[in-house]
């Protein structure tokens, strides 16, 4: 547990050089536009956007962003280097001087929009192509300024539109969502090999009610909220959890198994991220008498799902360190997972096992100074059973 302050500053650090490194917008190209200025017409999906990550994923918005961010140049400055804001390709990826942000040639500027824009409504819409990086992917914009979709290019629209076989499975979802590689090909996110041949669209963007534009003719539309680990509706289609006690003569023992049941791994992409099983044992009175950890999931080794970065021995180091991984055991698509605990005290008549999930380990809240807020630190019941013996 000591080193987990340190493994969780991974995700996030990459050591090395992303000079000239960004996504491309053509020569003479339409400028990038505010979403605001497509909510008169898409109203729903305006909303839905604006309740969404992609909609606060700047470090000027998502405050555990931002604090990742500032240990991030902290780190950097430690070591003598200047620090940067190479996240921006992802996390700000329409800022208008994106190369500057990601050398560290220019820092944020709040009373710049398109810093503080995250990933709007014209960047994903105008994504032409995807540039494949080593480090991590970029995007090629389109030049004409028109909104692709998979669906046929529309005549007598307020705009113009255009067909891309990328939007129809979420393949467009593929520069940010794909990879990161630390500078000695260690990989601190590989959704790409975590999430083979899925449809992202499918659990993200599901069809639901309301018209894509005022005036249009269908009554549905794909959702924008794209909800992931901030939402408890959504952890909770991520696993199932069930529970069971055997027994052979005097000896009792608990089983717990846990699937997980979407298409990539679970918890996903962010290393930060946590899952774990919680049992507490009780007797008749409702006194607790067992529990299989007391202060952190780290004390009982096969209760928690987590990623942690090695360096030779060491295990625990940040990911820039980091030349492997030190044990990655969170559930990857479709795993099952048994988890087996000997009921020892035979005072036991009452088990409670319960899935958590975290944003954030509480060390991480402390390392990095992320703000409680409600959200960050909060331990998220996705499953509970309870057992009577
Ligand atoms: C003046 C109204 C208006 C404004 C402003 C507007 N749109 Fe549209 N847009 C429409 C209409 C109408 C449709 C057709 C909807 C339909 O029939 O399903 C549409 C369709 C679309 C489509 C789907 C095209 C397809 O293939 O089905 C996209 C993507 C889109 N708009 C993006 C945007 C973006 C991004 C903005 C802001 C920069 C924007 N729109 C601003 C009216 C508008
Ligand atoms: C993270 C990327 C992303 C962002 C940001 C985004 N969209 Fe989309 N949008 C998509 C994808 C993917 C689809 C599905 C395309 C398809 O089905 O071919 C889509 C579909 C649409 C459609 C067609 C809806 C339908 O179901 O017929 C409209 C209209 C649209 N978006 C407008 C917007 C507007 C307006 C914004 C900003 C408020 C926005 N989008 C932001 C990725 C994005
Ligand atoms: C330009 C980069 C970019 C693109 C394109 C993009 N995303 Fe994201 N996405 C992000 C970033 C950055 C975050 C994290 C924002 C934060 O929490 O600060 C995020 C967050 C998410 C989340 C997690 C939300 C949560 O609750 O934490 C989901 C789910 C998601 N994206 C799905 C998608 C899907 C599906 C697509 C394609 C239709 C897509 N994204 C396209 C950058 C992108
Ligand atoms: C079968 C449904 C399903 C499919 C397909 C799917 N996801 Fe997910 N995804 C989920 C669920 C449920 C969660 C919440 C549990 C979790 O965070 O792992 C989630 C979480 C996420 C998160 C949030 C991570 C965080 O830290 O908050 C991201 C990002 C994400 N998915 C991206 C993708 C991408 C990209 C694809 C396509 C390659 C995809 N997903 C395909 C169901 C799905
Ligand atoms: C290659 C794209 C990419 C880069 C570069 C990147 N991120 Fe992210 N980041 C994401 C995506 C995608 C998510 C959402 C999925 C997830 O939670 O893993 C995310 C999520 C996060 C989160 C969780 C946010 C929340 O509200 O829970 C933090 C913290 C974070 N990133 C920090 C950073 C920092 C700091 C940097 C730069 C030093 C950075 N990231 C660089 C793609 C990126």
């Not at 696993?239 to 000896?251: F, I, P, Y």
């Not at 980091?322 to 035979?346: H, M, V």
């Amino acid at each position: 547990m000591k080193h987990l302050s340190l493994l969780l500053l991974c995700c996030s650090v990459l050591c090395c050089s992303t000079a000239g490194y960004s996504h491309e917008l053509p020569e003479g190209a339409v400028p990038l536009a505010k979403s605001e200025q497509c909510a008169a017409c898409h109203p729903t999906i305006y909303k839905e956007w604006q309740e969404s990550f992609h909609a606060k994923s700047s470090a000027l918005k998502d405050p555990a962003h931002g604090a990742v961010h500032q240990a991030f140049v902290k780190a950097m400055e430690k070591k003598g280097k200047k620090g940067n804001y190479h996240c921006a390709n992802c996390h700000a990826p329409m800022a208008d001087n994106i190369k500057e942000l990601m050398t560290g040639a220019a820092e944020l500027d709040s009373n710049n929009w398109t810093h503080a824009e995250g990933t709007g409504c014209t960047f994903c819409h105008r994504i032409e192509s995807i540039v494949e990086k080593k480090l991590f992917n970029q995007y090629r914009l389109n030049k004409d300024g028109s909104f692709h979709t998979n669906k046929p290019a529309k005549a007598n629209l307020p705009h113009k539109t255009g067909q891309s076989a990328l939007f129809a499975v979420g393949k467009v979802c593929m520069g940010c969502h794909s990879h990161k590689m630390n500078g000695k090909d260690v990989p601190i996110c590989l959704m790409k090999d975590e999430a083979q041949g899925s449809n992202c669209l499918e659990c993200h963007m599901p069809q639901v009610k309301g018209a894509a534009a005022i005036g249009a003719k269908g009554t549905t539309h794909r959702s924008h909220k794209m909800p992931g680990g901030h939402d408890i509706e959504m952890l909770k289609k991520a696993a199932t959890l069930d529970a069971e006690v055997t027994s052979k003569g005097k000896e009792r023992n608990l089983v717990v198994t846990v699937k997980n049941i979407i298409k990539h791994t679970f918890p996903s992409t962010n290393p930060m991220r946590i899952a774990f099983v919680k049992v507490v044992a009780k007797d008749k009175n409702g006194k607790k008498v067992w529990e299989n950890f007391k202060e952190s999931p780290m004390e009982d080794k096969q209760s928690f799902f987590f990623k942690a970065f090695k360096a030779g021995e060491k295990k625990g180091v940040p990911s820039w360190a980091a030349d492997g991984i030190a044990f990655d055991t969170r559930l990857k698509a479709g795993e099952t997972r048994q988890l087996s605990y000997p009921l020892a005290d035979s005072a036991i008549s009452q088990v409670d096992v319960m899935l958590i999930y975290r944003l954030f380990p509480s060390k991480a809240i402390k390392g990095f100074a992320i703000p409680e807020d409600g959200v960050n630190e909060k331990a998220y019941l996705v499953a509970k059973k309870s057992l009577t013996l």
